[in-house]
């Protein structure tokens, strides 16, 4: 069964980014990482979601932490990372991601960030090598946070994913048969 916090993270991602509120199915659970779809058709979109299992920092209160990977077919845009504070972050601040040995930065708007144009692919190719990931974020008030998310099962939820929300064929680069 899927984790409350897990759906709860899906719903307001795919909410905030079309402004319509979307029935949302599970596809499966891979370990720390549960996998959900929205849509039907063409405008389907997939994602797969974590939480931290270690979160540090001097703050009094802090709504949920998360992790999201969306696919969205129709926008042609795949593996696009998305991480929740549970806070809002610093003004221009950003977000310091750290897997093994490779560091990512993200940039901040509100409560959310995301990876720079380009870093997405790199970032999830590091998340799927990995064994853990740690986020380091600073909300407005000045509170440094660590959390900590498992990377276990993340190659299995993506592969689901991507067999739910496949990449869309170009028409243009289709010949036609003699």
């Not at 909410?15 to 996998?35: H, N, P, Q, R």
Request: with cysteine; charged share 25%; hydrophobic share 40%.
């Amino acid at each position: 069964m899927m984790r409350l916090a897990g759906i709860a993270a899906l719903a307001a991602l795919m909410t905030a980014s079309t402004g319509v509120a979307a029935e949302i199915k599970l596809i499966g659970k891979f370990a720390s990482w549960d996998a959900a779809a929205s849509g039907i058709g063409k405008s389907r979109t997939c994602y797969i979601s974590s939480l931290p299992s270690k979160s540090k920092g001097k703050y009094k209160k802090r709504g949920e932490a998360s992790i999201t990977i969306a696919h969205w077919p129709i926008r042609r845009r795949f593996n696009e990372v998305t991480v929740v504070a549970g806070y809002r972050y610093k003004k221009k601040s950003e977000v310091a991601v750290l897997i093994g040995g490779t560091g990512f930065r993200l940039f901040t708007r509100g409560e959310r960030a995301w990876a720079y144009a380009g870093d997405d692919a790199k970032l999830v190719r590091a998340m799927k090598a990995g064994a853990s990931m740690i986020v380091t974020g600073i909300s407005g008030k000045g509170t440094r946070t660590v959390d900590t998310y498992p990377l276990k099962g993340i190659t299995k939820a993506l592969a689901a994913i991507g067999k739910a929300c496949p990449r869309m064929q170009s028409k243009r680069g289709r010949r036609k048969k003699r």
